[in-house]
């Protein structure tokens, strides 16, 4: 949306004049024939903030006063003749040197629906039509690659309230889980958090096209986790989901919300983002939960374990369904197993870096061979690292002094490994420094860098997740920290190119994994404590299986049809 911000200084306690002379001015920025035709907008969509103070004798200010601080499509002289009298100063920061009333130029690139104008800020400016209406402004800027990036201002994600966390989808339809609470932010910018009832639905079903909710599931406090939607052997569809504090898994029906049953209490630990699965030589299907005392693997018929192997940390194992083995990541080890019994085939320690929280272990086996691409954690600065091993846990290369986070994923897509950087859970990468600031794709055969993106001009702390769909990757920002706000990016996966961004001041923070279907973006974020969705562009419905696209691979991919063509 186009923006004007007033400050307005009066002398006396009557406002009328002002509001009056308030009203005027949008009134004529809204009836103007040429304008309103393209692009009709109601007068609040003009308006940013107005402030209304006492003028005093500091301000020197002896008439009405108008400053206007801030204009996107109109220049001060026709601000100016819009003012109603008892207005005599304009005092204006930031305005165009022309606008749609007064330039002939502007008004026949205007007609050919795209505009592009030069601020006072030496920033080149481009408004997009898009279906008859004032879609929003975007910023040019020019990366080292000698590439150029939209990035949309002032972006205002659609919002799923009250769920903050993880997500799955199935058949058109987000499971979404919520957080205990809100990490509010203030005025001032300090953080608090706002609880949510002790009784609450942990977990939301909504349409993915309208947003619209259909159902909600009594859980109890899910935290991190994301659902897991999976049809048992008679067909019946069934919603799980991990209550941390109850230390076990539920599942409900999904289709009515009755319990169809509970696992035992034995699988504690909030570090937790998601499950697998592997579907038995029999039919019936073993859900896979790494917690924080080790691999559960629990029968989805009726809840009752199957086998369960010890370990430390809760990263989300990966499955080779054609050859019944899970690869599962403990702090310091990694191991092969067999699926259908839980036996251990083999082994190998690691060394530090070596330690598990919660992220992705991935299974890539396609023309470009068969990895097992591991993720392991160091508190330390620069002290992460990739592992990829073969299928038979040969180490095949490393790369350690990496700048990832606490809970960093993993994507995989056609031959290359791609990765963040940043954290602000434990170990925090701050400013003038900005080396680490980048998006990095390994080649997986070798560990060779294909490309690496530079963010060096960007601010944040934290890019913990990206998603691959037809040759794009998409990332965005994590954090708690106001001044940062949040940035998605949307970048050529073949060689890094960043073809689009969107920018929102407010930050967005969740320690959940995000997913992408019908064209949209969807992302917990516990500052809003909602659902935040944008549309990126033209999609499909697309199932995102688990916490990380497919609930066996856990590559962060998703089919193609999900986002076909950016706006």
């Known amino acids: 949306m186009c923006m004007l911000t007033f400050l307005m200084m009066r002398r006396s306690s009557d406002d009328l004049p002002f509001i009056r002379g308030f009203n005027r001015l949008c009134a004529l920025l809204s009836s103007v024939t040429a304008f309103n035709r393209r692009f009709p907008l109601l ?77 006072s800020l030496q920033k080149k400016m481009v408004a997009f039509q898009r279906g008859g209406r004032y879609a929003r402004e975007v910023l040019h800027h020019l990366t080292d690659r000698g590439l150029t990036a939209m990035t949309t201002r002032g972006h205002q994600p659609l919002q799923v309230a009250g769920y903050s966390q993880g997500g799955t989808v199935v058949e058109g339809v987000a499971y979404f889980t919520a957080n205990s609470f ?76 009755e319990i169809a049953w509970i696992s035992e209490a034995n699988q504690p630990g909030s570090m937790f983002f998601g499950y697998s699965y592997y579907v038995k030589k029999d039919g019936t299907t073993l859900i896979l939960a790494n917690v924080q005392n080790g691999l559960h693997a629990i029968s989805l018929e009726d809840g009752k374990e199957a086998w369960f192997i ?26 092969k197993i067999n699926a259908e019994t839980g036996a251990v085939i083999q082994t190998v320690a690691v060394e530090e870096p070596s330690s598990c ?61 791609f990765v963040g950087s940043g954290d602000h859970w434990q170990s925090y990468y701050s400013e003038p420094n900005t080396d680490w600031k980048n998006i990095t794709a390994y080649r997986v055969n070798n560990g060779e860098i294909a490309w690496k993106l530079d963010l060096s001009g960007y601010h944040y702390s934290n890019i913990p997740n990206i998603v691959y769909c037809n040759g794009m990757l998409i990332a965005e920002t994590q954090t708690n920290i106001r001044p940062l706000g949040y940035h998605l990016l949307v970048m050529d996966a073949l060689n890094g190119a960043l073809l689009k961004s969107y920018y929102k001041e407010l930050p967005a923070n969740s320690c959940a994994v995000p997913l992408l279907t019908g064209g949209k973006w969807f992302s917990g974020d516990l500052v809003t404590n909602s659902v935040l969705v944008t549309e990126l562009g033209t999609g499909g419905p697309a199932d995102w299986i688990g916490a990380y696209g497919n609930g066996q691979t856990n590559d962060m991919c998703v089919d193609s049809k999900a986002l076909t063509a950016l706006k």
């Open 182 to 257: 809100q990490e509010h932010l203030n005025e001032e910018g300090h953080l608090t958090r706002i609880e949510k009832p002790l009784k609450y639905p942990y977990v939301v079903a909504f349409d993915t096209g309208t947003l619209e909710v259909i159902r909600t599931y009594d859980f109890e406090d899910t935290y991190d986790s994301s659902p897991l939607v999976l049809p048992k052997k008679d067909g019946t569809w069934l919603v799980l989901a991990h209550e941390h504090i109850n230390q076990r898994t539920v599942a409900m029906n999904r289709d009515t919300g």
């Open 43 to 119: 007068p609040g969509c003009f308006l940013d903030s107005l402030l209304m103070v006492p003028s005093c004798s500091t301000t020197r200010c002896r008439s009405n006063t108008l400053f206007l601080l801030r204009c996107d499509l109109f220049c001060s002289s026709c601000v100016r003749k819009a003012l109603p009298k008892g207005f005599s100063h304009i005092i204006h920061l930031f305005l165009h040197p022309a606008c749609f009333f007064c330039s002939p130029a502007v008004m026949r690139i205007f007609r050919s629906a795209k505009l592009i104008f030069i601020t």
């Open 357 to 417: 929280v919660s992220w992705n272990t991935v299974l890539a086996h396609d023309e470009h061979g068969y990895h097992i691409i591991t993720y392991w954690y160091s508190p330390r600065l620069y002290g992460s690292a990739i592992r990829v091993y073969d299928a038979g846990l040969t180490l095949l290369w490393e790369k350690s002094g990496l700048s990832l986070s606490k809970k960093a994923t993993l994507a995989y897509h056609g031959g290359s490994v």
């Open 310 to 335: 010890p370990g430390t940390g809760g990263v989300t194992p990966c499955v080779d369904q054609a050859g019944g083995h899970i690869y599962c990541q403990w702090s310091g080890r990694l191991s």
